[in-house]
Nanobody, 125 residues
Framework: QVQLVESGGGLVQDGGSLRLSCAAS????????MGWFRQAPGKEREFVAS????????YYGDFVEGRFTISRDSDENTVYLQMNNLKPEDTAVYYC??????????????????WGQGTQVTVAS
């Protein structure tokens, strides 16, 4: 019932910044948390950040170390991931996901109900 489309990925230099967007369409009768995950080729998909329905609660993976910020717009139709001080290790496909009835503390892939197609982030040395 919810369709998610990521955008904003690209190629940046070490130390650069990107802002990813995830546009949601369709309706849901339920409130839902939103999350960002990432996956490098041949590696397990990794939790990055999540935000609750109202945007009041946020949670980040340990590797973020203050570099990333997740947010929602006022009508809660779009979620963002602002990424600063990017490192080559951040290179991955980044996915947004919706977790029906979820909280900001949902960190497991299996808890999310809808997924976007992903957007590529590449950080050059």
């Amino acid at each position: 019932q919810v369709q998610l489309v990521e955008s904003g990925g690209g190629l940046v230099q070490d130390g650069g910044s990107l802002r990813l967007s995830c546009a949601a369409s369709g309706r849901s009768e339920s409130t839902y948390a939103m999350g960002w995950f990432r996956q490098a080729p041949g590696k397990e998909r990794e939790f990055v950040a999540s935000i609750n329905w109202t945007g009041a609660s946020l949670y980040y993976g340990d590797f973020v170390e203050g570099r990333f910020t997740i947010s929602r717009d006022s009508d809660e139709n779009t979620v963002y991931l602002q990424m600063n001080n990017l490192k080559p290790e951040d290179t991955a496909v980044y996915y947004c996901a919706a977790n029906i009835y979820g909280s900001a503390y949902s960190v497991y892939q299996g808890e999310y109900d809808y997924w976007g197609q992903g957007t590529q982030v590449t950080v050059a040395s």
